[in-house]
């Protein structure tokens, strides 16, 4: 294992937080990824009709398969289209 | 492992690597047979061949806690406590020290010893890492096995967007060595977080930036300059201007830590001008949290914020260095620190005398920030050595020069009235009948910098916002 000493100030903690939720969702565009599970396509049609219901922007986006990560130019995609992904990751 | 060192008698280190120590062996065979010898051997745990019982130390924990630095070395103990010790081959040390009146006839006098391996560079390291003894105050963090440290690096925002040298304890251990400083001395209050920088913490943000120890003294003095109040440093790294801290490097320091101060001096590929200028960016990036988008709100910013430092070429110069211009001796090693940005040619292959070179720096000076603006920026002119032999060979000192830029920097207040000249840009309608000088009193820099080739000097812009009431260049010393 490799031990670095911190260059920081040290006032913010050496795990990394998770990135903060968006206290509202207006004017924010959602991806949903399905991840090609069964049926998540119908789950997942229906959560993004009940967001654009709120007027909230939804785009959709779909794993070839659920057996290996999302390739990178989807990952890209996703990154530069939206602003927070909702995905199912089980059946 | 030092309760195996005997409570009274003798113990010697020793290494194969060193021939006094063989030349020694024989001795050594002698002592430990006749009157109880404990070797402990740093290298080959099969040498001496002489001393059956010899002690395996290749993992050196007796002999850092012995604190050898020569081998061999003979140590007497007493009730516990070491009452003597000699190191080397001296016959008449040897029999002083083990009591005994005849050994070693066959030997030489004496023979100097070999540094011993527990304080070679690299070992000793690891060894007050395994000892705990860095003094070393930083937090520790630890990368997973799986996990690349480079990756690991950027995620926590340590980076300025290329690669790291991964601060481990071993390299900052080493990179302290380039100063004398105590780790846990404070440099100062780095802005905008305002959190304490101390010499440990510079320390390791310089191995990420690729300084090697030698560097250390320059990188701290640039921490020190930029930290004086009246450099504004929150401001140079808050504002959406251009500018970023620019490092001037004067005196022997320059040639002694190989800088460059000839062809390419403000471009690539010098390990010390690159990396000490990136350190002090390092510096204020991850201990005083001045990262883009947040408190850096610069615009465009400029590629020197990656690192913008260089040597003054005070070789062959008829002119005083930046330093001893601004108040030190000649002689010592110093930085200057200057609000700047970026690089604006000035290109003259036709000028042969001072008079025509001038007004060329000049015309170039004027158009710095905006045509319409005076007083406006400071400036750091940069000039080349083929620029400066039109000034030597015609007698013109640097405050001549001065004089004669600031003279022929004098703008007809009429020509900055916005809206003259079809800009919109420019001053209030009062300017109109007056003289105006582009720059302040004192803000402007000369110094002489680059290849021999070339009648190509170049001007760094300040801040819009030099001078008294935003930022002053700062000149330290560079202390060891």
């Not at chain 2, 020290?97 to 006839?105: D, M, V």
């Not at chain 2, 007050?128 to 996990?147: M, Q, V, W």
């Amino acid at each position: 294992m490799t031990v670095l000493l911190d260059p920081t100030s040290e006032r913010s903690p050496t795990i990394r937080p998770r990135l903060p939720r968006p206290e509202r969702l207006d004017g924010l565009t959602i991806g949903i990824l399905d991840i090609a599970k069964a049926r998540g396509d119908v789950f997942l049609h229906r959560l993004g009709e009940r967001i654009s219901e709120r007027g909230v922007a939804v785009k959709h986006y779909a794993k070839p398969t659920n057996t290996r990560v999302a390739p990178l130019p989807l990952r890209q995609q996703i990154a530069a289209e939206v602003d927070l992904v909702i995905e199912g990751l089980s059946d | 492992m030092a309760d195996d060192l005997p409570q009274n008698g003798l113990v010697a280190v020793v290494k194969r690597d060193c021939p006094t120590c063989v030349l020694a062996a024989p001795v050594l065979g002698d002592l430990a047979r006749n009157v109880g010898l404990t070797v402990y051997t740093q290298d080959d745990p099969s040498f001496p061949e002489t001393v059956p019982g010899r002690i395996d130390d290749t993992g050196l924990d007796v002999s850092h806690r012995l604190k050898i630095e020569i081998v061999p070395t003979l140590i007497r103990f007493a009730a516990g406590r070491e009452v003597a010790r000699t190191y080397g081959w001296d016959r008449g040390e040897w029999q002083r020290l083990t009591g005994i009146a005849e050994f070693g006839r066959d030997l030489p006098d004496a023979r100097p010893g070999c540094g011993a391996r527990n304080v070679e560079p690299g070992v000793i390291e690891r060894l007050k890492i395994r000892f705990n003894e860095t003094g070393l105050s930083s937090r520790r963090i630890e990368i997973g096995e799986d996990e690349d440290e480079q990756e690991a690096m950027f995620a926590r925002g340590w980076s300025d967007g290329l690669p790291l040298v991964p601060p481990t304890e071993e390299r900052v251990l080493r990179m302290l060595d380039g100063t004398a400083r105590d780790p846990q001395e404070v440099v100062g209050q780095v802005p905008p977080a305002l959190a304490a920088a101390t010499v440990e913490k510079i320390a390791i943000n310089a191995v990420m930036a690729g300084c090697k120890p030698e560097y250390l003294p320059v990188v701290l003095a640039a921490v020190e300059a930029v930290l004086e109040e009246s450099f504004a440093m929150h401001g140079v790294l808050a504002t959406t201007m251009f500018v970023g801290p620019v490092v001037i490097v004067n005196g022997p320091v320059r040639r002694g830590i190989g800088m460059n101060a000839k062809g390419n001096a403000l471009g690539q590929s010098n390990r010390a001008n690159a990396a000490i200028g990136r350190a002090l960016q390092l510096v204020i990036r991850n201990i005083g949290e001045g990262r883009p988008q947040e408190v850096d709100r610069a615009t465009l910013g400029n590629p020197g914020k990656l690192t913008y430092c260089f040597a003054e070429d005070e070789e062959g110069s008829s002119w005083e260095p930046l330093s001893v211009e601004r108040g030190l001796k000649p002689g010592q090693s110093a930085v200057t620190v200057f609000a700047g940005y970026g690089l604006q040619g000035i290109v003259d292959q036709k000028s042969r005398d001072p008079e025509s070179l001038a007004k060329s720096f000049a015309g170039s000076l004027k158009a710095l920030s905006n045509v319409k603006h005076a007083p406006s920026c400071d400036a750091l002119l940069v000039v080349c050595p083929e620029h400066h032999r039109t000034f030597k060979n015609a007698g013109w000192s640097k405050a001549r020069l001065y004089e004669e830029l600031y003279r022929l920097c004098e703008i007809p207040g009429g020509e900055l009235v916005a809206g003259a000249r079809g800009i919109a840009e420019g001053g209030p309608q009062s300017l109109d009948g007056k003289i105006v000088n582009k720059f302040r009193p004192g803000g402007l820099m000369i110094v002489r910098a680059g290849g021999d080739a070339g009648m190509f000097s170049g001007i760094i812009a300040g801040w819009s916002a030099g001078g008294p009431r935003g930022s002053l260049p700062v000149t330290k010393e560079v202390r060891n």
